[in-house]
């Protein structure tokens, strides 16, 4: 078992930047491809960003590329999400989680585990 617990999320102005972490217990991160994905209410909750488990090979959704960069540092098991230039849109639960089997994680129903998501809020 994998226990996922995100930080970071808070409330921020239009063009700010915010930091989530996504610390695990349970068994090393150093197995698993990570993912970021987000929900707003009344949406679907869908992909943001995913790092490999062995190079560290990263992809983002269009919407927040060029300005989310997700990192992962295996010895803290712990991965992050800088999230620079925010937009209202950008507002959602922010969940993090993690696919034992697949070398990216970018669909929800590959991921083996979720933490319970972390709100991020931008106004405008």
């Known amino acids: 078992q994998v226990q996922l617990v995100e930080s970071g999320g808070g409330l921020v102005q239009a063009g700010g930047s915010l930091r989530l972490s996504c610390a695990a217990s349970?068994?090393?991160?150093?197995?698993?491809?990570m993912g970021w994905f987000r929900q707003a209410p009344g949406k679907e909750r869908e992909f943001v960003a995913t790092?490999?488990?062995?190079?560290?090979?990263?992809y983002y959704a269009e919407s927040v590329k060029g300005r989310f960069t997700i990192s992962r540092d295996n010895a803290k098991n712990t991965v992050y999400l800088q999230m620079n230039k925010l937009k209202p849109e950008d507002t959602a639960v922010y969940y993090c989680?993690?696919?034992?089997?697949?070398?990216?994680?970018?669909?929800?129903?590959?991921?083996?585990?979720w933490g319970q998501g972390t709100q991020v809020t931008v106004s405008s």
């Open positions: 349970g068994r090393t991160l150093a197995n698993f491809a």
């Open positions: 989680a993690a696919d034992a089997l697949h070398s990216l994680v970018v669909v929800t129903t590959a991921a083996n585990y």
């Open positions: 790092i490999s488990q062995s190079d560290s090979r990263t």
